[in-house]
């Protein structure tokens, strides 16, 4: 029912990620995988082949699929225009970027108007938990001078970067939490957790932007050592790597072996099927976009010239839960090594908001089939854990 359900707006991370990361390996109706390169079609055209995602959020609702900054996806900047590589949009920063973001919704809403009542929500992972509550306050900003043309109803916020001070940055926490998540994976002995409380102390653990002494670092490399080879946005992937000269996505260039992936993941061989799929000449024409044009996706900045200026969105987080009706979830895949679950339940928890729900497991089918945990807090703010699930949720 497009006229009357939810618009969801969806950004990747990175920062630099290409949201069609998450239209066509994620979240939206179409998929690409391994399958597409493996199919007649394909053996014909050279164009992988799409197929239906069961679990596409569009059952949901209007997904509104966001590239940003540009020239991140096929987003382009004047004089330069469609050719221009990472570098031809100039510099951006946090800031920049939401004030941007929120100019593009509102025009979004105002050249199509039809949709503009119609309750909005905006998601994103990764480091979109800074695009995200950046883009938010812009919003709210522009609802303070009358000018904002959307039903803002709240955002979702998934294994999220928080501010270079608070996580994804070099005064974020130490290394706690990443020693919590690989020990409760069982990745390592309890004779060597035990060696590395007796080593190192407190507050080189957890301490932020503390330097981290030469008897505590050596301890946690034997750590490292023992945990062996994993992979960094999901402890339990089974996709099997390959070297690929196409630029990386998270690293997530993978082997087309076979489907698999983890539990509540995507399928393997995503990454580089969207690669060879969204440069095709075909394709390229089918989306209006010049033949020249340049596809930008990077991460962590790579590629294109991005400052990391916001240093902590807690009080943020904090103002909006007291002082708004928005309603925010916090989820987190619980395999997912890079920005763990530990991690977000620890920054959740330390708003301080009164509990209405404690803890407790949240199920597919009403009673027993389980999807994660969620903890209920007043104020309309969750936090939510997925099964199975690593940063690609």
């Known amino acids: 029912d497009p006229k009357n359900d939810p618009v969801i707006v969806w950004t990747n991370g990175g920062p630099g990620a290409s949201s069609y990361f998450g239209l066509f390996v994620e979240l939206g109706p179409f998929q690409v995988n391994s399958d597409s390169l493996k199919t007649e079609a394909y053996n014909k055209t050279g164009i992988p082949t799409l197929f239906y995602n069961e679990y596409t959020w569009t059952k949901l609702g209007n997904v509104l699929i966001l590239n940003s900054p540009p020239p991140v996806g096929y987003s382009y900047c004047d004089p330069i225009g469609q050719s221009g590589n990472g570098t031809s949009c100039g510099s951006w920063n946090d800031t920049r970027t939401a004030v941007h973001n929120a100019e593009f919704i509102n025009n979004f ?16 992972e990764s480091y979109a938990g800074v695009y995200v509550p950046t883009l938010v306050r812009e919003l709210l900003n522009k609802k303070e001078k009358n000018e904002l043309s959307i039903n803002l109803q709240g955002f ?14 070099a005064n974020g ?24 409380q007796s080593t190192c102390s407190r507050k080189e653990l957890i301490g932020y932007g503390e330097k981290i002494g030469k008897a505590c670092e050596a301890v946690l490399q034997n750590m490292n050592d023992a945990i062996g080879g994993y992979y960094a946005y999901n402890l339990y992937d089974d996709c ?24 509540n993941d995507y399928p393997c061989g995503g990454p580089a099927a969207l ?58 895949g619980d395999t997912d090594p890079s920005i763990n679950s530990f991690l977000t339940q620890n920054w959740t928890s330390s708003l301080n908001f009164p509990v209405e729900q404690e803890w407790r497991p949240w199920t597919l089918d009403g009673k027993s089939y389980m999807g994660g945990y969620v903890t209920r807090y007043k104020g309309d703010f969750d936090f939510l854990t997925i099964r199975g699930s690593g940063h690609m949720v």
């Open 109 to 124: 809403a105002k050249e199509f108007p039809e949709y503009a009542g119609n309750d909005w929500h905006i998601v994103g």
């Open 173 to 196: 926490p130490g290394p706690f939490y990443t020693i919590e998540f690989f020990r409760g994976h069982g990745q390592f002995s309890e004779k060597l957790y035990s060696e590395i």
């Open 275 to 332: 690669f060879s799929w969204i440069r095709h000449p075909a394709v390229k024409k089918a989306l209006h976009v010049a033949s020249d044009a340049y596809f930008f996706s990077g991460d962590n900045g790579v590629g294109f010239t991005y400052d990391l200026t916001e240093k902590n969105l807690l009080p943020f987080m904090k103002h909006v839960t007291e002082n708004t009706d928005l309603r925010v979830l916090i989820y987190n």
């Open 240 to 263: 099997w790597y390959q070297n690929s000269l196409e630029p990386p996505h998270q690293d997530l260039d993978r082997s087309p072996s076979h489907l698999g992936g983890a539990l």
């Open 156 to 169: 979702a916020i998934g294994d999220g970067c928080m501010g270079t001070d608070v996580l994804c940055g």
